[in-house]
């Protein structure tokens, strides 16, 4: 009898390489037999990733996993030991200065503290890409800094105000401004709840949503908050054991049998956070 209960138990996958569900483009990172070395200490190996086009990936893991050192190479300001990081079909890591500056035209990235210069206005901040191309006239950048402030929902009172002076999750507003500021394919996004308050990060969930689905960006996205995770995620990837344990859909990795998964997904927080999850399912259930 208890030989039948065991038999009849699903199965838990061992390790999981599941694409992206619905409607999703064509590979827009790809990274290939990763290698990354710090003297002696290897943090990635033999690492590969596929993020696809209209996707929100989210890459996790425990401390010491080169969450934040991936993305930097994603963005070329770190080359890797070994492999290839294409972005748009381009080896970023091989790329020249001036055909990296022209890709970094067609990507946004929030850091995880805004990054903001404090010697510049809020309105300077997210001036400065579209003056760096040099190609603008200064009333076209004050239309589209005005578009992008609105689009972010950050008032145009706020305009002259120096970064000191601003909240925390204005900060955050103001520099995803900046990174929308050339109207990217892609953002990139390290830890973008990070400090808030649990009001401030569903709100700034929400127009990340939104932004994602208005604009039919593709999102990369670094975060150890479960909340934002379960809110956002098409996919999650799931760094360990120096190169990528799991990738897919949310509920697929959770099923996946694994001591870093169990351990930070299924517990007190991570109940906690499914109850979100369960209720955004229903939800698109019911519109459905």
Do not use: C
Request: aromatic share 6%.
């Amino acid at each position: 009898m208890e030989r039948d209960k065991e038999r009849l138990k699903p199965k838990r996958r061992q390790s999981l390489n599941r694409p992206p569900e619905g409607d999703v483009g064509d590979v827009v990172v790809q990274i290939e037999g990763l290698w990354t070395k710090f003297g002696r200490t290897v943090v990635h190996q033999d690492l590969n990733l596929d993020i696809y086009a209209g996707e929100i990936m989210s890459i996790v893991g425990g401390s010491g996993t080169g969450k934040t050192v991936l993305l930097r190479q994603m963005l070329g300001l770190e080359s890797p030991t070994k492999g290839t990081v294409r972005v748009f079909g381009e080896d970023v890591s091989s790329a020249q200065a001036e055909q990296l500056q022209q890709m970094r035209n067609h990507w946004g990235m929030l850091f995880q503290e805004g990054a903001l210069y404090s010697a510049l206005s809020v309105f300077d901040n997210i001036a400065l890409p579209l003056r760096e191309l040099r190609a603008l006239p200064e009333d076209v950048i004050y239309d589209a800094v005005m578009l992008k402030m609105d689009m972010v929902g950050l008032g145009l009172e706020h305009a002259n105000k120096m970064p000191a002076d601003l909240s925390g999750g204005m900060v955050k507003r103001a520099a995803l401004a900046r990174a929308l500021a050339l109207e990217p394919q892609l953002l990139f996004l390290d830890e973008p709840t990070a400090g808030l308050d649990p009001d401030l990060s569903d709100a700034f969930v929400d127009l990340i949503q939104t932004l994602h689905r208005e604009l039919k960006l593709t999102v990369v996205m670094v975060t150890h908050d479960l909340d934002t995770l379960f809110a956002l995620s098409s996919r999650i990837a799931v760094l360990a054991e120096k190169h990528v344990i799991a990738i897919g859909p949310t509920r697929d990795v959770l099923e996946v049998d694994h001591p870093f998964i169990k351990q930070f997904f299924l517990g007190e927080r991570g109940q906690r956070a499914l109850e979100v999850l369960d209720d955004r399912d229903a939800e698109m259930d019911t519109e459905e």
